[in-house]
């Protein structure tokens, strides 16, 4: 019987990725939430996100760091992506109309949320993939 290896290749593009940082609030407010939610890790909301770029086989061609305050300590943990070709956080779809408008995820508390958060991203780069093999075909 022959087993197939599993490949350490990721499906997205690490050119595109690597165009994109996640930022995850620890600042005492967003810590504070995660502790009334009855998580004492103050770097869950991190750890969280950073498993996620694992499982997908970005970790290591996309920055994912803990930050400062955010601006929205009253709806923390929050999380905030930018891309270096646009200046400070940027929208991305599958946010609410609140975080659109702040430009950051918020109430980044669970596993799930931090799914959502993940899954956001990897649409970003999954349509930014698609636009740049788009212009190479033209």
């Known amino acids: 019987i022959i087993e197939e290896e599993e490949t350490s290749t990721s499906t997205f593009n690490h050119d595109i990725a690597q165009q994109f940082t996640i930022k995850v609030c620890t600042s005492t407010s967003c810590t504070n939430k995660l502790k009334q939610a009855g998580i004492q890790d103050e770097f869950f909301t991190l ?9 997908a086989k970005l970790e290591t061609c996309m920055v994912i760091e803990d930050s400062g305050c955010q601006g929205n ?15 400070g956080n940027i929208g991305l779809e599958g946010m609410n ?42």
């Not at 750890?47 to 499982?55: F, I």
């Not at 999380?79 to 200046?87: G, Q």
């Not at 596993?111 to 649409?123: I, K, L, P, Q, T």
């Open 47 to 55: 750890g969280e996100v950073y498993a996620q770029a694992q499982h």
């Open 73 to 87: 300590c009253r709806a923390g943990p929050c999380v905030s992506i930018l891309h270096e070709d646009y200046a």
């Open 97 to 138: 109309t609140n975080e659109q408008f702040q430009r950051v995820f918020m109430n980044v508390v669970t596993s799930e949320d931090a799914g959502r958060v993940w899954s956001c991203v990897e649409n970003a780069i999954t349509q930014m993939t698609e636009e740049a093999n788009n212009e190479d075909i033209e």
